[in-house]
């Protein structure tokens, strides 16, 4: 079945960078996203990867896609205080148009 | 003005009630989701609905209902609330684009007593 898994908590200092991790099981994956939650909001998205890449940058985000390990990471260069919030890992399969969350990793900054 | 709007913002009621969660949106988008969430659950699917008259369940859909009045409308309803239904609700857009981004509602804060 599709699983997508994050660890729920990940505190960084500010300026050091974050990695946000995240596994999914099933390798028919399309699209893969990474939504970010602030306090009392919904989701907006990040960034998202095609299936078909290896890395995906903008500006200080950096997504690494590891198709053979299923393995997926969000890194956060010079991690500030507004970056503070709960990060989504999602996936899409080409034989459906939902998404399928992970449960969320709870980023906070340390001074 | 917010795209995905949410109604009420927050909601305390008592076990065996009807509630009505409402979802407008001024995006024009086709399809409109409803998600749980709760802590270290992540959002779960309810329903969702891809036009006017497509309905679909998610993957914890026992429990509630929804009704997709117009393209731009569509509800949540809890027939007869239960304490384990407490949680943060969304709303949730999207068009046909292929990469299938989804636009979500500021959520509903749902409390069950």
């Known amino acids: ?111 | 003005d917010a795209d995905v709007t949410q109604t009420p913002r927050n909601r305390i009621t008592k076990t065996g009630k009807r509630i009505m969660l409402e979802c407008s949106q001024t995006k024009g988008h086709d399809r409109m989701y409803w998600y749980r969430q709760d802590p270290g659950l992540g959002l779960r699917l309810i329903y969702y609905s891809f036009d006017v008259k497509d309905i679909n369940k998610g993957e914890i859909s026992d429990g509630y209902s929804v009704s997709r009045q117009a393209q731009a409308k569509f509800s949540l309803s809890l027939e007869s609330a239960i304490p384990n239904q407490t949680a943060l609700y969304f709303c949730a857009t999207s068009d046909r684009s292929s990469y299938n981004e989804q636009f979500f509602g500021p959520g509903t804060r749902l409390t069950v007593l």
């Open chain 1, 1 to 111: 079945g599709e699983d997508v898994e994050q660890s729920l908590f990940l505190s960084v200092r500010e300026g050091d960078s974050s990695v946000i991790n995240c596994t999914y099981t099933d390798s028919s994956s399309t699209y893969l996203y990474w939504y970010k939650q602030e306090p009392g909001a919904g989701l907006q998205l990040l960034t998202y990867i095609f299936s078909n890449m290896d890395m995906k940058q903008d500006q200080r985000l950096t997504v690494l896609l590891n198709k053979k390990d299923k393995h997926l990471s969000l890194r956060i260069a010079d991690t500030q205080t507004g970056d503070s919030a709960i990060y989504f890992c999602a996936v899409t399969y080409s034989s459906a148009s939902k998404i399928i969350f992970g449960s969320g990793t709870r980023l906070s900054i340390r001074p």
